[in-house]
């Protein structure tokens, strides 16, 4: 019997032993703050399971979070009106703002997917292919991925610009605009393609893009925040990466974090949750996609610049260097 006993306290010690393992040590010093200004996208899912799951306060980090109706309004904001530490963004403001400053820096890709942007145009204006876009008012918010997207979707189409109406419009107005009429067609991404499918019903069709675009989801800082506050920076890259780790193993949790977080169907999140990969990351392919997209914005003079910023400058790798030192091949 004694023998018995044994063999259980040490299974339960092993067990014991390796569940402290696999959990991080939590942070007992003193608490970062950090301010970010984020849109509502399922691209941040990362973001809603570490705030869920309470991964920030383990990593003694306190986020306060700022809601804006795109990236690029959130990066806008930090760049010209202060008071954010940090935005999620995609590579298209990033581009633009490039050209102009340089008090800003990626410090982490959060998420892609190539199946994220979309043209979504009403039937009832005589569009069924894209072809029938010809002459036709189409949304966009200018200086957004949506942006750039359009064109590279006009392209493949055998479209030029010229040939359709581009009508600015903010973010968050682009799903009104096409309900009320105003324009035909929308670019832009989920969840406002989803709404507005939802809205116009067998009004709408949505064309198929493929493999035509990899949109990437950053964490974008402000220098100064970067410099005075490295260490805050890891922290909130820690949590992430919890996350990152809550994802991949268990989905129906995670899938019903982002629905709460988005206030959508979860039946809409998990039929689109494979279109998003999840992982933190600094690769090549963020160099070569804002530098393709410079060239575009030179050649298509979107821009007064004439040559393109070098790139290395604009991402800061030390701190996801020591978080996940195997997620940066960048190479300098």
């Not at 145009?121 to 359009?150: C, N």
């Not at 493999?211 to 100064?224: A, P």
């Not at 393709?292 to 996801?320: C, F, G, M, V």
Request: proline share 3%; hydrophobic share 40%.
């Amino acid at each position: 019997m004694k023998k018995i006993l044994l063999v259980i306290l040490i299974g339960l010690v092993v067990i014991s032993g390796c569940a402290s393992q696999n959990q991080p040590e939590k942070y007992s010093g003193p608490v970062e703050k950090i301010t970010l200004g984020m849109e509502l996208s399922p691209l941040s899912a990362l973001l809603w399971v570490a705030e869920n799951k309470s991964y920030f306060q383990e990593n003694g980090v306190e986020v306060t979070m700022k809601k804006f109706d795109s990236g690029r309004s959130a990066f806008v904001s930090m760049l010209k009106e202060g008071g954010l530490d940090m935005v999620t963004v995609s590579q298209t403001p990033v581009m633009f703002n490039s050209f102009d400053r340089s008090d800003f820096a990626i410090t982490a890709n959060m998420a892609f997917s190539y199946n994220d942007l979309f043209v979504l145009a009403r039937r009832d204006r005589g569009i069924a292919k894209p072809e029938d876009l010809r002459g036709k008012k189409i949304g966009v918010h200018k200086g957004s991925t949506g942006q750039y997207f359009l064109d590279a979707f006009l392209t493949v189409n055998n479209l030029q610009l010229s040939e359709i109406k581009e009508v600015d419009i903010t973010t968050g107005k682009l799903v009104p605009s096409i309900l009320e009429g105003t324009i035909d067609a929308i670019s832009t991404w989920n969840p406002h393609i989803s709404n507005a499918q939802n809205a116009l019903g067998n009004k709408s069709i949505t064309f198929p893009t493929g493999e035509l675009y990899r949109e990437d989801w950053y964490f974008v800082s402000n220098q100064q925040f970067i410099q005075n506050h490295p260490e805050a920076i890891i922290r909130f890259l820690k949590a992430i990466k919890q996350a990152e780790g809550f994802i991949e193993n268990n989905k129906d949790e995670a899938i019903a974090i982002v629905a709460g977080r988005l206030d959508v169907k979860k039946d809409f999140i998990s039929s689109t949750w494979n279109d998003y990969h999840f992982e933190l990351f600094l690769d090549q392919t963020i160099i070569h996609s804002i530098e393709n997209e410079a060239r575009w914005a030179i050649s298509n003079n979107l821009t007064n610049a004439t040559k393109i910023p070098n790139y290395l400058d604009y991402i800061y790798t030390d701190a996801l260097q020591k978080v996940k030192p195997e997620a940066v091949t960048i190479i300098k």
